[in-house]
């Protein structure tokens, strides 16, 4: 199975030079370069390691530098993020590439991009994926955003996605993540903090929320350190 998902990679990788080979060398290079090409060919096919692979990858040029003016790199993770979400592809009636663990990861590696094309492709995610582990990692990332231009469709986007979860699953881990998010916009923007995030929390401190013991002192903590602001 493995043999035969590397003679894919390889077939994809080897279609997308065909393509090219007609073309200058100055108009290949503007696409993008062979690592970037391996890396589309990685993300594309259907076995996770690949995929993973392909988001190691990405992390190390993020570290570089190299990754933040690199169209083609957030294109990859974009479609990571979204693939069998957003764009669903089915095979004998089951969802192929569903995998939660590698959207989690390409959100998360978005989210240290940090641009507006990242921030509207998280905003995707939190409106719809349906794992809350997913939906807990794009919180993180889009208010990790420092520059985030459009702090009020954050702020909606984050009160949404947590919304949704509270009505559907009462995830704790969600809860405590978006608890956390509010408390860092709060030190960020005290003055611009949307009132639909407060009362979330509200909600969430309530003793028939549904969210545990923890997760509800930890909102009612935040509620305190409101009030003495």
Do not use: W
């Not at 594309?44 to 570089?64: C, G, P, T, V, Y």
């Not at 420092?146 to 949704?164: C, T």
């Amino acid at each position: 199975m493995r043999t035969r998902t590397t003679s894919m990679v390889l077939g994809i990788l080897l279609c997308q030079l065909l393509a090219a080979q007609e073309q200058t060398i100055e108009e290949l290079y503007l696409q993008g370069d062979i690592k970037t090409m391996m890396m589309k060919a990685e993300a594309e096919s259907s076995d996770r390691n690949f995929k993973m692979s392909a988001l190691e990858k990405i992390e190390k040029m993020i570290a570089d530098g190299s990754a933040s003016d690199n169209t083609q790199i957030v294109d990859i993770l974009s479609n990571l993020a979204s693939e069998s979400v957003s764009s669903i592809a089915r095979e004998q009636g089951y969802i192929l590439n569903d995998y939660p663990e590698v959207r989690r990861e390409a959100v998360r590696l978005l989210g240290l991009i940090g641009s507006n094309r990242t921030t509207y492709e998280l905003g995707r995610v939190l409106l719809n994926d349906p794992e809350p582990m997913v939906t807990s990692e794009a919180i993180l990332a889009i208010t990790s955003i420092d520059d985030n231009e459009d702090r009020v469709l954050r702020d909606q986007l984050i009160y949404r996605a947590m919304r949704r979860q509270t009505v559907l699953t009462r995830d704790n881990r969600l809860a405590s993540i978006f608890i956390s998010s509010v408390e860092a916009i709060v030190q960020r923007d005290l003055d611009k903090i949307n009132p639909l995030l407060l009362a979330e929390v509200v909600r969430i401190a309530e003793a028939g929320s549904g969210y545990n013991h923890a997760v509800r002192k930890q909102a009612s903590g935040l509620l305190r350190d409101f009030q003495n602001l």
